[in-house]
Nanobody
């Protein structure tokens, strides 16, 4: 069992920056690929970024590529999402997820554990 707790959400101006964190507890963190998903009001949950268990491989959805960076610190059991130059359309609840594999994935169905989410609001 893996427990995930997100933090770092809040209100940010467009063009600013924000860093989300997700602390994991449970088993060996490096055995799990991690992902960030987001859900805007009235929309379905969508993939944002994923990172492999070792951190050597990352994958992004096109809309955040070049602006967001996913990273992890396996010694601290934490995954991060650095959000640079956010846009109002990035406003959503952001969820951290872990999957029982070391490989990246963009499918929510591949993830086994989810955090409770953290709200990010980008003002124009």
């Amino acid at each position: 069992q893996v427990q995930l707790v997100e933090s770092g959400g809040g209100l940010v101006q467009a063009g600013g920056s924000l860093r989300l964190s997700c602390a994991a507890s449970g088993r060996t963190f490096s055995n799990y690929a991690m992902g960030w998903f987001r859900q805007a009001p009235g929309k379905e949950r969508e993939f944002a970024a994923s990172i492999s268990g070792s951190g050597s491989s990352t994958y992004y959805t096109d809309s955040v590529k070049g602006r967001f960076t996913i990273s992890r610190d396996n010694a601290k059991n934490t995954v991060y999402l650095q959000m640079n130059s956010p846009k109002p359309e990035d406003t959503a609840v952001y969820y951290c997820a872990a999957r029982n594999s070391k490989s990246v994935s963009s499918s929510a169905y591949d993830y086994n554990y989810w955090g409770q989410g953290t709200q990010v609001t980008v003002s124009s």
